[in-house]
């Protein structure tokens, strides 16, 4: 009955190393609006604290991944995959017929003549 059992709530300890600097939440800066910044390339304000690990959160780091359902994910990949078939199809379908037809040789291809095995011929 361990899933019963009320779980405490535990309030997170302050970070002893940062001592009286203020700990920020753990937010990318890529989450904030594009405008309204001192500096518009790092959205940030002039004097504005920097979190510790802003390395981690700055606009350099690779993209913070957006919150997509797994259901809306799987139906925008099938309309793209539906999209590009339908598209080869329609590409397949409208391409025009050869303007000529395809050369014969006599001779049974030339390939005697061209010095070639029965099994290469034109």
Known sequence: ???????EYKREEKDHQ?????QL????T???PAKGWW???MRRNY??????EDDALNMWTPDAPPAVE??????????????FIGFGYVVYKNVPERPAIPREYPFN???KELGGLEENKA
């Open 18 to 22: 940062l001592g009286d600097y203020p």
């Open 30 to 32: 890529q989450l904030r």
């Open 109 to 111: 291809g030339l390939v």
């Open 39 to 41: 500096d518009l390339q």
């Open 1 to 7: 009955r361990h899933y019963a059992t009320p779980v």
């Open 47 to 52: 004097g504005e604290a920097i979190h510790e």
């Open 70 to 83: 797994p259901s809306v994910a799987l139906r925008q990949f099938t309309l793209a995959t539906l999209a």
């Open 25 to 28: 939440p753990y937010i990318s």
